[in-house]
């Protein structure tokens, strides 16, 4: 149990990699937080999962990122459910095209409010709590933080922030808090799906010719979470993506 007696949040877990990151840290002895924003009935189902599983040892909080009195009352109600906090796994991402010329503000706050302002303001909200533990933050980035999907430009440059945030916040809050990333390649495919052909042309770039799975990056989550000596890191979970 490697993270036992450890309380972690992890924001947008109510499905897809959220909630596998928070299966495999409450299997390793997490009390877990699930943030959600609008998926209640799954948050709540996955908080009765675990909780069959080890009594009392999860919950689930709602708030709308956007909103920085929501936010602040997220961090409120986490660092206090379990008395303190030793991770932050900001997870919550909204992903989804904007060709230009075509640009407008609401997607461009939701984008970098998302996946930018949301884990830089609740970092800053968790930070006491956080510091107190001496725990870290994990923030989940993307392999296009680095490389240009077409048209997709407002999400990467957010997630590109999201990269430097990283790497700031690592300097900025040691020596007692530790910061890291993972950029995460082919995993699992939008819930608007794509083509065939589409997700056929991305497997062909990827060296080991394969979606990888959530537990994958569950792990990296797990170690990054266990490893006290590693900050400042974003580690590439992409098949080898990267490398072509």
Known sequence: MLLSDKTA????????????????LHQNGANLIIHYRSSESAAQALVAELNLQREDSACALGADLASQQELERLATAACSQFSGLDLLVNNASS?????FGEIDASQWDDLVGSNYRAPLFLSQACYPALRQSRGGIINLVDIYATMPLNRHSVYCSAKAANQMLVRSLALELAPEVRVNGIAPGAILWPDS???DDYQQSILEQVPLQ???????IADTALFL????????EIIRVDG???LR
């Open 210 to 216: 394969r979606c990888g799975t959530p537990q994958v």
């Open 9 to 24: 949040l992890i924001t947008g877990a109510a499905g897809r990699l959220g909630a596998q990151i928070a299966r495999t």
């Open 95 to 99: 992903f989804y095209p904007t060709r």
């Open 225 to 232: 979470a266990t490893n006290d000596y590693i900050t400042g």
């Open 240 to 242: 080898g993506r990267m």
């Open 193 to 195: 799906g794509d083509s």
